[in-house]
């Protein structure tokens, strides 16, 4: 069975960082770009950082700078490191594993909550 698990999310002060992971299991991870998106209460889900299978990095522009996506296929893990957090930050971070617009998985989400 697929599975994307998620893990490192929690409560962090203003100008924290924290490291999201995200284990796959039940297909071929090296196959598929691997992505992480967010939402906040109220908000739509917004792209965060996309990395290919062949590890080419794209990112969201408001997330240049703070936001770096990294995968490692031997242990089917997609990471997200996030540096200089802030309040406005705060939403449930999702994984998602895409190999084509027909096949597609995402992980349960993580909070990740920034605050004093």
């Known amino acids: 069975q697929v599975q994307l698990v998620e893990s490192g999310g929690g409560l962090v002060q203003p100008g924290g960082s924290l490291r999201l992971s995200c284990a796959a299991s039940g297909f071929t991870f090296s196959s598929y770009a691997m992505s992480w998106y967010r939402q906040a209460p109220g908000k739509e889900r917004e792209l965060i950082a996309v990395?290919?299978?062949?590890?080419?990095?794209n990112y969201a522009d408001s997330m240049k700078g703070r936001f770096t996506i990294s995968r490692d296929n031997a242990k089917n893990t997609v990471y997200l490191q996030m540096n200089n957090l802030k309040p406005e930050d705060t939403a449930v971070y999702y994984c998602?594993?895409?190999?084509?617009?027909?096949?597609?998985?995402w992980g349960q989400g993580t909070q990740v909550t920034v605050s004093s």
């Open positions: 998602k594993a895409t190999r084509s617009r027909e096949l597609a998985y």
């Open positions: 990395i290919s299978a062949g590890n080419s990095r």
